[in-house]
């Protein structure tokens, strides 16, 4: 089993609906938990970082942890063309020596 | 803050050649990684150091050296360019702990990334 897992889409839903984003990991002792946002030939960009249970809301995104099913997730609320995106998982494990452990990916395209 | 700075932003080698990829941070981050990220896929580390003086290796170290005598600058070095090191390389920085979770407040752990250098050996 891969550490951090992502659907590799394409991911497609019309301009407004939600988009939900889905990550698994496999080690239970994991701590920090981020979604990275990159644009076709840029670099990721942060834009949340969540590290305990729960929801975090920030504008339009928000993120859901949930450690007892190791799994994190993204809602995109009210979703934009300029969201069309690759959304990175990262994720830091006890093994993982302090750094994050990414996962491939999922590509999100917003419909007009 | 300028954040995470790379040059060059792009470059040709020929196969055979060397080159050094830069990369400097001035936030103060102890943690620095390189990265390369081939078309369609995702991340690989390369290597990473948790502070000046240390480096370690990642996922895929081979035909690379890193070395780290200052916090702020982290520099990648390419020795006899292959085509197989034709990709997009990025450097990061964070501020973390070897051990224990994120502080939510300080942003513990959170990597920054540089612009980017894209690669390409023929």
């Known amino acids: 089993q891969k550490e951090v897992e992502q659907n590799s889409g394409p991911l497609s839903v019309p301009e407004g609906a939600i988009a939900s984003l889905n990550c698994t990991y496999s080690d239970r002792g994991s701590q920090s938990f981020f979604w990275y946002r990159q644009y076709s030939g840029k670099s990721p960009e942060l834009i949340m970082s969540i590290y305990s249970n729960g929801d975090k809301e920030d504008g339009r995104f928000t993120a859901q942890l949930n450690k007892a099913s190791q799994y994190v997730s993204l809602l995109i609320r009210d979703s934009q063309p300029s969201d069309s995106a690759t959304y990175l998982c990262a994720v830091k494990t006890p093994r993982s020596q302090g750094n994050l452990i990414f996962g491939k990916g999922t590509k999100l395209s917003v419909k007009p | 803050n300028a954040g995470v700075t790379q040059t060059p932003k792009f470059r040709i080698l020929k196969i055979g050649q060397s080159m050094t990829l830069q990369c400097a941070q001035d936030?103060?981050?102890?943690?620095m990684y390189w990265y390369r990220q081939d078309p369609g896929m995702g991340l690989k580390l390369i290597y990473y150091?948790?502070?000046?003086?240390?480096?370690d290796k990642g996922e895929v170290p081979n035909g690379y050296n890193v070395s780290r005598s200052t916090t702020e600058d982290f520099p990648l070095r390419l020795e006899l360019a292959a085509p197989s090191q034709t990709s997009v390389y990025f450097c990061a920085s964070s501020y973390s702990y070897l051990t224990g979770g994120g502080d939510p407040s300080g942003g513990t752990d959170t990597q920054y990334f540089g612009p980017g250098t894209r690669l390409t050996v023929l």
């Open positions: 936030m103060n981050h102890n943690y």
């Open positions: 150091s948790v502070g000046a003086g240390i480096t």
